[in-house]
Nanobody, 122 residues
Framework: VQLQASGGGLVQTGDSLRLSCATSGRSFSTSAMGWFRQGPGKEREFAAGINWSGVRPAYADSVKGRFTISKGAGNTLHLQMNDLKLEDTAIYFC?????????????????WGQGTEVTVSS
């Protein structure tokens, strides 16, 4: 099972980025999926999650109103990030859960991608 995150880069505050996660080796059509991030010197934290059908998203308070998670065709996952802030600088990981319902708990995700780096500068 592979999850491949892409779309990271170096941007300035206020810019936007769209992250994508391509999956293979397993269908995630009935699985919740999510994005986590790990900033410099910090633990990996939940950023956004979505249920199997893509209709129940959840967001960390720090990204609510700026980030949008969505499930795309072909077992893909996206994260639209708008109005990026310095504190959004992190490596972003996509993950797939064994559960169907949206979950914010890292331990409920069994499948992880390698991460894509987002750096926001002023």
């Amino acid at each position: 099972v592979q999850l491949q995150a892409s779309g990271g880069g170096l941007v300035q505050t206020g810019d936007s980025l769209r992250l994508s996660c391509a999956t293979s080796g397993r269908s995630f059509s009935t699985s919740a999926m999510g994005w986590f991030r790990q900033g410099p010197g910090k633990e990996r934290e939940f950023a956004a999650g979505i249920n199997w059908s893509g209709v129940r998203p959840a967001y960390a308070d720090s990204v609510k109103g700026r980030f949008t998670i969505s499930k795309g065709a072909g077992n893909t996952l996206h994260l639209q990030m708008n109005d990026l802030k310095l504190e959004d600088t992190a490596i972003y990981f996509c993950a797939g859960s064994r559960l169907s319902d949206t979950t914010t708990y890292k331990d409920e995700y069994d499948f992880w991608g390698q991460g894509t780096e987002v750096t926001v500068s002023s």
